[in-house]
């Protein structure tokens, strides 16, 4: 991220105390101002009681915590944002890895492949997610067309609200726009393994299963947990696919932590801002509790000084 | 703990901060300039700003603009114009009174929690008589709480049955249904044409359920309030919705999962593209329709149980004043011009949806297309949007609804769930 604090001690004339801050200046507003303050804001909005119309009526303690914890929905809520979470890096690192592998060899398309794969990354997450709307559609969608044109299903299938496949529907098209990202740190981990390795172990009699196991998995540690690290807050916070692909179901059975967050505020009965800045200061303590406790079982120094 | 796993763990922590932290907003941003200058209650303002709900791409800024513009010459003072979508005008609202930077004039479809929370003019300081008194009544009714009248009008919809005149020819059904019953035959006599035909489309998730609801109600002779209590889980509602799942899971008439079906892309969608024989449209839908030109339709009242006296839903959206220092009297000038009938019936007029003025009725009236709306609109029943405590049990009904006509769904016990939760909130 942005540079620390030097700590070096070289400003101790006032000279070169002002040259300091003059160049710290900039990144200590940049933290200041997008993680410091909003923080403070969610913290205060949490601990504030308001009207339906978003009007501040006092202080309201712990109370937003409270109701947040009390929601009968809650349980529902934190075990699909698990499962949704779990899925969707599982199944990104899985075939990221076979992608990444493909990407890394010389062949014809190589570059059309290429292209192709990073395409889903630069297209919005919300178009995307209409697009995909409209392609799992009961009646139009071109996906049930073709399965009940082929004769896989007699009728077609409610992809989005039938309980049974909301939630992998989900899952498929989170997985599809995680690919890219993942795919290409893959990628350039591949790329930092040096051929040499790979050679000797061809000496050594190793098989390409055994290259693959006790070379290129190692090696490729620092790059697979790069992407599960940040994956796991990407794909956690992530919003648009939750809340497009889900907006016609009423309640809350299939959203996770950010959507239920989203609907305490503006879409719920409770339409609660107080309610809402708890919720959110619960998710970032969460993402937080969680990637801590994957970076320490990970052994995240050793493995990144590597 | 060591130094490079702090810094690590602090840096990681920072970044999910950050995303959550943007997470809730998706893109709201913040109220703008503050427009009017809040030095001195004496002080008049120069400029005031209007926060307008998007109801159509083509016609809403435009409108706007051009009133802006007719306002400066008439008053000297700027009107600031933002124009926002459905979509995000909750949330815009909502950030806006939270930074202590409303807008003067607010246009959204609810406004008894403002009035409620003391923030708003009433008509009392800022609506001459001349125009107090041109307004429907019902509308007046509806847009008063507490006596006083905070909630002004700037249009109005009714709905109204559709029916496709092809597929009722084909099912061999010489006319609308006037029952309930008659409903339940000819939509079987529909969906039996096969092919995806589905007799009723209706659109009971979250995006309209209280409407589709509330029309099957009010023709059973049912309300959300009667005399002035909570009557949810009265016993002709609870054999409202029962009706209405039963046209789902017994009667099988109604599209695949009407309890997960929004309004604009699903069941209006469905009887666009002539795959539903009925639908409950309002005049924006005939005006689509008129535009595709694919789908012969016509329009009737709504049926009810027994064949009584149809009633019809209105809906209205309100403009809103907020009380700042110095700016009532700029209000004013904004609703008189809003009112002037080129104004306001322009306005109307191009986004498709009906008067809410005596005036308006008469200027309207030429048009046939929309003489099934008119006849019923002054007699329209509307929701309790007088009541604070509806803002809240209309997404309360959005959100539970739907579930009450799947399978499993339990009619009697989702309305006694929102009875209660409409009696404990109020």
Redesign the interface.
Known sequence: ?TA?APGSGAGTSRAGLGVTALWLGPALAL?VG??LY??VE?VR?STSD???????KGAAGADNYRRVLEHPDLSTVLLNTVVWVAAVLVLSIVISLGLAQLMSKEFFGRRLLRWAVIVPWAASLVITARLFMLLLD???GIVNQVLVASGIVDT?V?F???DRFTMPSMIAVGTFVTLPFTAYVLLAGLKGIPDDVYEAARMDGASPWQAYSRITLPLLRPALMVAT?LNI??V??S??IVYTLN?????FAHDTT?TF??KL?????E?S?GM?AAA?VF??LL??VV??AY?RISN??EA?DA | MNKRFAAAAAAIGGFALTLTACGGGTGAGTAGGGSASSSGAAEKVTSIKLVAAEYSKENTAAFWTKFAEAYKAKTGITLEVQVVSWNDIDQQSSTMVQNNNPPDILNLNVYASYAKDDLLWSADDVLSDAVKSDLLPNFVKSGTYEGKMYGMPDLSSARALFYNKDLFAKAGIAGPPKTWDEFVTDAKKISALGNGTVGYAMPLGPEEAQAEYSIWMFNNGGDWKTDGKWSINSPQNVETLKFLKDLSVTQKVTQNNPGKTNRTDGAFALFQSGKAGMVVGFSPLAGTLDKDAKVSYGTAAMPTKDGGTPSTYGVTDYLMAFKKPGNSEAVKAFYDLYYSPDQVNTFIKNEGFLPVTQSGLKVFASDTKLTTYLDTLTGAKLTPTDDPGWDRVKLAVQQSIGAAVAPDGDPQAVLDSLQKQAESGS
Request: charged letters at 15%.
């Open positions: 991220m620390t933290i997008v993680v909003p923080a969610l909005a308001y009207s339906i119309t978003g009007l501040r009961y009646n139009y077609p409610d989005l609200g039938d690290v807050i990407y956690f916070n919003f648009p907006d016609r179901n009423p309640g950010i967050m989203y505020a503006f879409k719920s009965a339409k801002v809402s959110g998710n970032v993402i937080l990637v801590l970076l995240w120094k990144t």
